[in-house]
């Protein structure tokens, strides 16, 4: 029996050893630190006046760094739900200043729709390279095994970023980690046309929506968020990111949906009276400019720096700023 042990460890130490030397290196790596924008999450600044959480319209739409004069963080993701940005904001509200101002979106797939399983899993996952369990758990759930393969030991579902990593370990350029560091995109027409068909498909697969429960379930979601940021003493702030004409084209063909839309936007403003909403979705500046986005809902990085002025101009104008830097430290 002693001597199918020490086999057996032979066998076994060897194998660790060399998963132990893989792991160090690909956490090490600019593929793993690229992952998914998380990277971000260990330079959260103190002091911040101006955020912004939610879903890629948050996180790609907004280039803070022509506002040097305002600390900033984006603490958007893709997909991000308002469950997600609530755990956000309470692992890092020691960070964020008084009267600082909170942005988030509302987007035409959080109204009545609900992820499906799958999605959900597949995007709980990174939550685990930088969000405490405590918080994780009240906004989703937490595994154990989950943990382990996405966290403590990556490099067992590292996949093809396994195979880079054996052919050149530091390719990926540093400026490539943030997601603002690739060249300025936009598509033709056509391939703008077929992106917003799929996309309006996607947001309106029948199998996800869910009337009036998805309905209650989005808003309730919202108000935790929005009740948090006024119980700690921030400033939310509510805004739709531009959405090009051929996407919006499909929804107003759509009966009603614009009518559940804004009714949803309506009902929080209503149990909300003095927040601010800034509606981007049909603005003349952006929608009909299709060079300064990337896809049919999302901004390039041009169009990020123009909306970023523009919002932080709305919420200067509306004097909301002005509370962020006259607060202090909390």
């Given at each position: 029996?002693?001597?199918?042990?020490?086999?057996?460890?032979?066998?076994?130490?060897?194998?660790?050893?060399?998963?132990?030397?893989?792991?160090?290196?690909?956490?090490?790596?600019?593929?793993?630190?690229?992952?998914?924008d998380i990277y971000k999450f260990?330079?959260?600044?103190?002091?911040?006046?101006?955020?912004?959480?939610?879903?890629?319209?948050?996180?790609?739409?907004?280039?803070?760094?022509?506002?040097?004069?305002?600390?900033?963080?984006?603490?958007?993701?893709?997909?991000?739900?308002?469950?997600?940005?609530?755990?956000?904001?309470?692992?890092?509200?020691?960070?964020?200043?008084?009267?600082?101002?909170?942005?988030?979106?509302?987007?035409?797939?959080?109204?009545v729709r609900?992820?499906?399983?799958?999605?959900?899993?597949?995007?709980?996952?990174?939550?685990?390279?930088?969000?405490?369990?405590?918080?994780?758990?009240?906004?989703?759930?937490?595994?154990?095994?989950?943990?382990?393969?996405?966290s403590a030991v990556p490099i067992l579902t590292a996949k093809e970023n396994m195979l880079n990593l054996y052919k050149s370990p530091f390719d990926i350029p540093a400026e490539k980690i943030n997601i603002f560091g690739g060249e300025i995109i936009h598509h033709t027409e056509d391939e703008l046309k077929e992106y917003a068909r799929k996309k309006y498909e996607y947001w309106t697969d029948p199998q996800y929506e869910k009337g009036e429960e998805g309905f209650s379930y989005n808003f309730n979601a919202a108000c935790k968020l929005i009740d948090f940021c006024?119980?700690?003493?921030?400033?939310?702030?509510?805004?739709?990111?531009?959405?090009?004409?051929?996407?919006?084209?499909?929804?107003?063909?759509t009966d009603g949906f614009f009518d559940t839309f804004y009714r949803f936007v309506d009902e929080l403003q209503k149990k909300y009276p003095d927040i601010k909403y800034f509606d981007y979705s049909h603005n003349a500046d952006f929608s009909p400019n299709h060079e300064i986005f990337f896809d049919s809902d999302h901004?390039?990085?041009?169009?990020?720096?123009?909306?970023?002025?523009?919002?932080?101009?709305?919420?200067?104008?509306?004097?909301?700023?002005e509370q962020a830097l006259i607060s202090g430290e909390r």
């Amino acid at each position: 029996m002693k001597k199918l042990f020490a086999k057996l460890l032979l066998l076994v130490l060897p194998i660790a050893g060399i998963l132990f030397i893989l792991n160090y290196f690909y956490i090490k790596s600019n593929y793993w630190k690229a992952k998914d924008d998380i990277y971000k999450f260990n330079f959260v600044p103190d002091k911040i006046e101006l955020a912004n959480v939610g879903s890629s319209h948050g996180q790609i739409n907004l280039f803070y760094a022509d506002f040097p004069e305002y600390i900033t963080f984006n603490f958007g993701l893709p997909a991000q739900d308002h469950s997600h940005s609530y755990a956000l904001l309470k692992q890092f509200l020691s960070h964020i200043n008084k009267n600082a101002v909170v942005l988030i979106p509302i987007s035409y797939f959080e109204i009545v729709r609900r992820s499906p399983a799958d999605e959900v899993k597949i995007r709980r996952v990174r939550y685990y390279r930088f969000l405490k369990r405590k918080y994780m758990k009240e906004a989703d759930d937490w595994k154990l095994l989950e943990y382990i393969l996405y966290s403590a030991v990556p490099i067992l579902t590292a996949k093809e970023n396994m195979l880079n990593l054996y052919k050149s370990p530091f390719d990926i350029p540093a400026e490539k980690i943030n997601i603002f560091g690739g060249e300025i995109i936009h598509h033709t027409e056509d391939e703008l046309k077929e992106y917003a068909r799929k996309k309006y498909e996607y947001w309106t697969d029948p199998q996800y929506e869910k009337g009036e429960e998805g309905f209650s379930y989005n808003f309730n979601a919202a108000c935790k968020l929005i009740d948090f940021c006024k119980e700690h003493s921030l400033i939310p702030v509510l805004y739709t990111a531009p959405i090009t004409d051929i996407l919006n084209a499909h929804f107003d063909r759509t009966d009603g949906f614009f009518d559940t839309f804004y009714r949803f936007v309506d009902e929080l403003q209503k149990k909300y009276p003095d927040i601010k909403y800034f509606d981007y979705s049909h603005n003349a500046d952006f929608s009909p400019n299709h060079e300064i986005f990337f896809d049919s809902d999302h901004l390039n990085r041009d169009g990020a720096k123009l909306f970023t002025a523009r919002i932080v101009q709305d919420l200067r104008e509306a004097k909301l700023l002005e509370q962020a830097l006259i607060s202090g430290e909390r």
